[in-house]
């Protein structure tokens, strides 16, 4: 278990879709929020255009104070039309609480 620092998400399909980031907090037995916007079809359809592979890393994400070793991404699947596909998550994170950082 880690106190959580980054998270990237690897999705060739469906960019956009993310609207919720969270982690598992053993201490209150449940899930907190880090991170939480609307879908953005718009990305999704520049992404298709463009022909680019989309590295999500939510902005700003907050670290938590809890060590946490389980992260839940929720997506909008109505609101981007294409497929939603999740290559990889990748988390960074520190074995140490950082001091003076949200």
Known sequence: PVYVQ???????RGMGAVVTVKAWDNT???YQTLFSDEA???YERYMQLTNQYSYF?????????FL???????MDTLTVSDW???DYVMLRGSLKKQSSRL
Not at 68 to 74: G, K, L, P, S
């Open 57 to 65: 890393a939510p902005y700003p994400l907050c670290e938590t104070a």
């Open 84 to 86: 939603n596909e999740i």
């Open 28 to 30: 209150t037995t449940g």
């Open 68 to 74: 946490t070793n389980r992260i839940r991404i929720e």
């Open 40 to 42: 953005d079809a718009d």
């Open 6 to 12: 980054e998270i990237i998400i690897g999705m060739p």
